[in-house]
Every structure is written in structure tokens, then in C-alpha cells.
């Protein structure tokens, strides 16, 4: 069965696998990483969380998996992208239909109150 949206079409289990993999804060951070800077071996992936290899390799098989993150070889190097696109689909489909100018100022909102709690520490 196919969740038709006007900006396309997810499968469901697939818009489920990437919700689940944005669950996790090791991997949001590894998109994170990503998103700054494209094309990382695991080695460098590595070097911004402080868990195992082996670890970072699971995390990096389940982001595949729900396709927010592409590869490609170069000799023996296995190197790492941010595929935005699942992402795009979300915010199309569960943001993008609420009032753009609310929701920046609810973030910017947010955000001051964020600055003004860690500069009164």
C-alpha cells in the first residue's frame, strides 16, 4: 500500500525506517556530520562519536537502510554522503502544511530562550 502525498510517495515501512533511524541521537549526529561535510570514510566518521568502529558501523547500516545515507567507493575507501531527499519528503509532508512564519518564530523563540538559559550559567 502506498501513502500517496502531492510531493511524491513513501512506502510506509520505508517513512517508518527512517523515522526510527532519526530516533537515535548517535545517528542524528552522524547526519550531522555528514551534512558539514560529504564523502567520509568510517575512519573519519568515527573520530566525531565516542563509541566503537563497530558500533558507528551499525548506526551507518541502519541510516543506509532507511536511504539517508548513500555510498560510494573510491579505490579501497568506502565513502559516505547525506541523501537528503527522505528528509525533503518528511518536512513536505508533515511540516511543510503548517504556517511556515509561525513555526520560524516558535524556532527563533526557542532558540533565544535556549541562549538566554546557557548564558545565565
Known amino acids: 500500500m502506498f501513502d500517496m ?3 511524491g510517495c513513501m512506502i510506509p515501512r520505508v517513512m517508518d525506517d527512517v523515522f526510527k533511524a532519526l530516533a537515535d541521537a548517535s545517528r542524528r549526529k552522524l547526519l550531522d556530520e555528514l551534512h558539514k561535510r560529504g564523502g567520509q ?3 573519519e566518521l568515527c573520530q566525531h562519536l565516542d563509541m566503537s568502529r563497530q558500533a558507528v558501523t551499525k548506526h551507518l547500516g541502519l541510516l543506509e537502510a ?3 545515507v548513500a555510498t560510494s567507493w573510491r579505490g579501497r575507501e568506502k565513502l559516505h ?7 525533503h519528503e518528511i518536512y513536505e509532508r508533515w511540516i511543510a502544511k503548517y504556517e511556515r512564519h509561525r513555526l520560524d518564530a516558535l524556532s527563533e523563540l526557542k532558540k533565544g530562550l535556549e541562549e538566554n538559559t546557557n548564558t545565565k550559567k
Open 5 to 7: 502525498q502531492p510531493f
Open 41 to 43: 570514510t568510517l575512519g
Open 66 to 68: 532507511a536511504n539517508l
Open 81 to 87: 554522503y547525506l541523501n537528503p531527499v527522505p528528509l
